[in-house]
C-alpha cells in the first residue's frame, strides 16, 4: 500500500496550492483520509480530514481558508488551500485513518504519504 502526495511547492502569502495524494494497493473508500503538517521544530499537526461518509473536519487556523476533498472512487483526497500565510509553512502529509471517522491524532493512521513542501513567503 501507497499514499503519494503532490502538489506542494513555494508561494507568496495570499496565493492558493492544491495538494493531492492517491492511494495505491488497496481500496480506502471507507476509510477517513486526512492531511497533517509538520513545521521545522514542531510536532505534526491535524490540518483537515474527510471520512468514509465524505464529513470533513477541520483545524481552527485553516477553517475557511482550506478546502478538503476526495475522489478517485474514494482513494484520493485533496487540499485546496487559499489565502496561504507564512505559518502555513510545513511538510504536509497524507494519511489513512483504520476507521471511517476522521481522528484528529496522529496514532489511529495505518497509511502516511511520503511529505510535501509548502513554503509561503510573506
Known amino acids: 500500500v501507497q499514499l503519494q502526495a503532490s502538489g506542494g511547492g513555494w508561494v507568496q502569502a495570499g496565493g492558493s496550492l492544491r495538494l493531492s495524494c492517491t492511494a495505491s494497493?488497496?481500496?480506502?473508500?471507507?476509510?477517513?483520509m486526512d492531511w497533517f503538517r509538520q513545521a521545522p521544530g514542531k510536532e505534526r499537526e491535524f490540518v483537515a480530514g474527510?471520512?468514509?461518509?465524505?464529513?470533513?473536519y477541520y483545524a481552527d487556523s485553516v477553517k475557511g481558508r482550506f478546502t478538503v476533498s476526495r475522489g478517485g472512487g474514494g482513494n484520493s483526497v485533496y487540499l485546496q488551500m487559499n489565502s496561504l500565510k507564512p505559518e502555513d509553512t510545513a511538510v504536509y502529509y497524507c494519511?489513512?485513518?483504520?476507521?471511517?471517522?476522521?481522528?484528529?491524532?496522529?496514532?489511529?493512521?495505518?497509511?502516511w504519504g511520503q511529505g510535501t513542501q509548502v513554503t509561503v513567503s510573506s
Open positions: 494519511a489513512a485513518s483504520y476507521s471511517g471517522e476522521v481522528t484528529m491524532t496522529i496514532k489511529g493512521h495505518d497509511y
Open positions: 494497493g488497496r481500496t480506502f473508500s471507507r476509510n477517513a
Open positions: 474527510v471520512g468514509g461518509r465524505y464529513d470533513t
